[in-house]
């Protein structure tokens, strides 16, 4: 199966937030990969700077992804986010060329 729409988001933590931050964000992982449309759902941390998150999201379509987001608890996280992050969030939406299982 190729995933319709895949999302990557890049997420710089204020350095006081991180612990905090960190454990909101790992409490997204499980529901969002339980949610309808979700193929598969990833939270990175960068290897060179601790503060610096990324997620890399696939699903089956953009009307899958676009009711993950309006979640109750999605829409909490956008209205706060700022308080845990220096800059706002870097979203990606990108549609796979590829074959998502490998061969």
């Known amino acids: 199966m190729r995933p ?5 988001a890049t997420l710089n ?3 006081e937030k991180r612990a905090e931050l960190v454990k909101l964000l790992e409490s997204f992982v499980e529901p969002s990969r339980s949610e309808p449309g979700c193929i598969d759902y990833h939270f990175h941390v ?3 700077d601790p503060n610096v ?3 890399y999201e696939n699903w089956t ?5 676009d009711r993950h987001l309006k979640l109750p608890y999605q829409q909490e996280w956008f209205g706060r986010h700022k308080e845990f992050l220096t ?3 870097d979203l990606k939406f990108f549609e796979m060329l590829s074959d998502h299982d490998a061969p």
Do not use: I, V
């Open 53 to 55: 998150f990324y997620f």
């Open 46 to 48: 960068s290897a060179e």
């Open 61 to 65: 379509s953009r009307a899958d992804l």
């Open 4 to 8: 319709t729409c895949t999302l990557t």
């Open 13 to 15: 933590a204020r350095p």
């Open 87 to 89: 800059k706002d969030a």
